[in-house]
């Protein structure tokens, strides 16, 4: 087992670095570099030159990625062209809010989403199955701004429960930080449930016709537990999976739900360094998101690696 | 047992099943239905063994299912009674029927491999009916897994639920399943085809493990088997079943013995002959050049695990050899080489006198041509949304180049030599039963005309009667075609039938190796002793006997170890 786990972890290092090799291409072949960024439209070709010098921008572009990644490695993530300062300050809070969403969202839509999924596989094409995949399904049919703009409509302005911006500062203390997250995790909640819920059901489902499945009935089991402690340890590997791609869009792809709620997230932060023409920064997020994705993808076949005797302790 | 008066004998009943009607929804027509339980009663008393026997679609593990008032998916009881202590479990609701399944009437299947849940422990699931039947806690549960544990000689009792399904052999696993259905002391345990999936050497340690387990505990046992042979050993009545219905019953020797019934007396000889017949007098061995020669040929997966060691084997031309083995022993590894899909480590396989190129890429159409191959399971060799024509038809344009006509009156031919009308060819394999599968795979063998044919275990998955029909027409094919074949089976009764050679494979390596007469008649080598031994005889005191005889001779039970 150690040496299947070796060998997926030596499999997420690579894939993180083929990611960074395409970052860096990426803004390379953009036109202009960072020297006609930072001066703008006054440059000279003298100034321009002094400052390729002295960012070292002359090197051929293998050396600057080496230094680009180890540098990013060490923690410094270079400067911001749009305001100078450092990027991993600016990075820093905005990263601990968009996790704090994510994981008030995840919270409660990775359970519920599981539950339900279950209940619907128990009675499968029952009335509790239909109603809740009709209800997933149009959920996640909608744009996300849509079911945003909904609830900010229903629960913000008719209501008066949440508000409606999603203004959160590091001076607030935790209930009022989930006070304020409310609605757009919420917003979230219902984006990524149905995925979730209905891979837990068909992953269910499928491992119910095995005859152990049988035997557990035959045992005299409720349904209930055949199917909690007999089908879904079975199941696990297809639901960790979805599970984790989830997790890795509730960080990475909230951009949106960002906007609508004036929540300043991660995703904020590169949309304004594109706009910028901000290179480093964008730089930045984009290795963190790949990271993350990588990262989760890499925990959730390892969980699945540990959910399976199999593999987990082979003869 | 008290057995003075009809009354005793009254109370000493405890399952009653009258009528039984069971149907089955047929699959893509709505509301239609066909009986699959036709009427059938029983009675079982206390202590006592009732064998249910018949061939596939018989309705016996049906029937075997109703005792714990449970029917599979599609299907319903429509008639009749399943009385219980008392308690009709036709008629009672679910959460009712929960209270009795596992408690008091308990259920072995046929596969412990898949009916044990592979992800949780041993002891979980040994130890589970109890606890939730409320009747022991944990500790007690686990205490009460051990002492089973113990008394089916599993090894090292007081750590053996600690482990996963997937850590301990398929004759250990099956003995679980007893140790499983016995944790609540149930009144009834129906046994669905318990030994069927494994080795005869294993077959004979849990067959007597399970005889013991429910003379001990006074146990009343539904026995349900297409085996005769292995029923006779621990049922007192054997009740033969046909198309849902009830054929004949009686007590165990006279079934055996005195059969009534046309059906029940074809089923006998039929399995008599298996153990019993004599061996055929060696036919004549053709000179010349053998169609296969193996050479000190030895394989391996991966290059980790030898499976095939130093294996030297030859085959004449029309002569049938057949290679048996226990499962693991590298016999359908064997075939694997000589096809060309695992190519050896050393040694050199000749094929009539030219060496024969190691991997399958290598060798020519006609070399491929020459050596055809016949698949244990006819459901999964043939491809569902072909049919049977274009099955058959495909070899034919493949090796030989024929198109339109040609091919359409060579697969008419091809139908007529496996005995199947000719217009099977515009059917689905969906649409034909397991014979008929099986013979349009030997047609799809013969089409290639080849000269040496590898039969793996083609009749292992067949019911005996249809089985037998198999092997009537290879011989008839061999007879025409004077083609030769290489027969893989672990079933001793098809070798006394078929072979000329016999070779004995055992973890890779060949220990024997001859003439069927010599290699099946005394002096034996150990281990060609232990496997023959092992087959289950048409006599009630076979199993005893056995065991009795194994304990003077420990050598040789030892060799199974």
Request: charged share 20%; hydrophobic share 45%.
């Amino acid at each position: 087992m150690l040496a299947l786990l070796a060998r997926r972890l030596a499999l997420g290092v690579l894939t993180i670095l083929v990611t960074s090799v395409l970052i860096f291409a990426g803004t390379e072949v953009l036109p202009g570099d960072v020297a006609t960024a930072i001066l703008g439209r006054s440059a000279t070709p003298e100034s321009i030159e002094s400052i390729r010098k002295a960012m070292g921008l002359h090197d051929p572009a293998p050396v600057r990625y080496v230094r680009w990644l180890t540098n990013f490695l060490q923690g410094d993530l270079g400067t911001s062209l749009a305001n100078g300062r450092p990027i991993a300050q600016q990075i820093a809070s905005r990263l601990g809010n968009t996790l704090f969403l994510a994981s008030v969202a995840a919270a409660i839509a990775v359970p519920l989403s599981i539950i339900l999924g279950v209940m619907a596989a128990i009675r499968a094409n029952g009335l509790f199955d239909r109603a809740i995949s009709v209800a997933t399904l149009v959920a996640i049919s909608f744009p996300e701004f849509f079911i945003a703009y909904v609830l900010i409509i229903i629960v913000a302005v008719n209501l008066g429960w949440f508000p409606s911006l999603a203004s959160i500062s590091p001076v607030m203390d935790l209930g009022d930080r989930l006070y304020v997250v409310a609605l757009p995790a919420l917003t979230l909640v219902m984006v990524v449930l149905a995925h979730m819920m209905r891979m837990t059901r068909a992953s269910v489902i499928g491992v119910m016709s095995s005859p152990y499945i049988e035997m557990a009935v035959l045992k005299g089991l409720p349904g209930w537990r055949v199917v909690v402690q007999h089908a879904l340890p079975n199941a696990l590997a297809p639901i960790i999976n979805v599970v984790a791609l989830n997790l890795a869009y509730l960080i990475v792809g909230i951009i949106v739900v960002e906007v609508v709620f004036v929540y300043p997230g991660m995703g904020q932060l590169m949309v304004d360094a594109v706009a910028k023409r901000d290179v480093p920064v964008v730089q930045a997020c984009g290795l963190i998101f790949a990271g993350t994705y990588v990262g989760l993808n890499m925990i959730a076949d390892i969980l699945a690696i540990f959910s399976n005797p199999r593999l987990r302790r082979p003869r | 047992m008290p057995q003075d008066g009809p009354e005793a004998m009254e109370q000493n009943i405890i399952l009653t099943i009258r009528d039984l009607q069971i149907l089955a929804r047929i699959e893509g027509q709505q509301d239609a239905a066909k009986p699959i339980v036709d009427g059938v009663s029983l009675e079982l008393r206390r202590g006592e063994v009732l064998g249910l026997i018949g061939e596939s679609g018989a309705g016996k593990s049906t029937i075997g299912l109703a005792a714990l008032g449970y029917t599979r998916p599609g299907c319903v009881i429509s008639g009749g009674s399943i009385v219980f202590d008392g308690v009709d479990l036709a008629r009672l609701p679910v959460e009712e029927i929960r209270k009795f399944r596992g408690s008091r009437v308990a259920y072995i299947a046929q596969s412990a491999a898949a009916s044990f849940n592979p992800a949780r422990k041993l002891y979980d699931q040994v130890g589970e009916a109890p606890v939730r039947h409320g009747l022991m806690s944990w500790s007690e549960a686990k205490a009460r897994s051990t002492e089973l544990f113990r008394e089916l000689d599993l090894p090292n009792p007081d750590t053996f639920g600690e482990r996963y399904p997937h850590e301990v052999s398929g004759g250990q696993l099956q003995r679980a399943m007893a140790a499983m259905a016995m944790s609540c002391r149930p009144e009834i345990l129906v046994l669905d085809e318990p030994t069927t999936a494994l080795d005869v050497t294993t077959q004979i340690e849990v067959l007597a493990s399970l005889k013991k387990l429910i003379r001990e505990h006074h146990t009343a046992g539904l026995y349900i088997t297409h085996d005769l042979a292995v029923v006779a050993q621990i049922a007192d009545r054997i009740m033969v079943l046909r198309h849902g219905k009830m054929v004949e019953e009686g007590p165990a020797g006279d079934i055996l013995h005195r059969p009534q019934q046309e059906y029940t007396r074809m089923l006998v000889s039929v399995r008599a002959a298996e153990t019993s017949a004599p061996l055929p007098p060696p036919r004549h061995r053709a000179a010349g050049t053998p169609v296969l020669a193996l050479d000190h040929v030895s394989a391996s997966y991966r290059s980790l695990v030898k499976v095939i060691n130093d294996v030297s084997l030859t085959i004449a031309r029309g002569e049938t050899v057949a290679v048996v083995g226990e499962s693991g022993s590298g016999k359908s590894t064997l075939a694997r080489v000589i096809c060309g899909l695992l190519p050896p480590e050393s040694g050199t396989i000749a094929f009539t006198g030219e060496p024969l190129p190691k991997a399958l890429r290598q060798r020519s159409r006609d070399q491929l041509r020459r050596i055809q191959m016949v698949y244990q399971m006819p459901d999964v060799a043939l491809n569902p949304r072909q049919t049977i024509g274009e099955i058959l038809g495909r070899p034919v344009s493949f090796y030989f180049g024929s198109s339109g006509s040609d091919v359409r009156a060579r697969v008419k031919e091809l139908l007529e030599m496996v005995d199947l009308p000719a217009d099977f060819a515009k059917r689905r394999p969906g649409e034909l039963s397991g014979g008929q599968k099986q013979r349009v795979s030997i047609a799809r063998a013969i089409a290639a005309k080849p000269e040496l044919m590898i039969c793996d275990e083609v009749t292992s998955a067949l019911d005996p009667l249809v089985a037998d029909g198999i092997l009537k027409l290879l011989q008839q094919i061999q007879d025409e075609m004077g083609l030769s074949y290489l027969f893989i089976t672990h079933d001793l009764g098809v070798v006394r039938r078929v072979s000329d050679r016999v070779a004995v494979m055992l973890r890779g390596a060949l220990v024997a190796e001859g003439p069927l007469a010599k290699v099946f008649s005394p002096p034996y080598h150990p281990y060609t002793e232990l496997l023959l031994s092992s087959v289950p005889e048409m006599r009630l005191d076979w199993l005893e006997e056995v065991l009795a005889r194994r304990a003077e001779i420990p050598r040789v039970a030892a060799l199974s170890a």
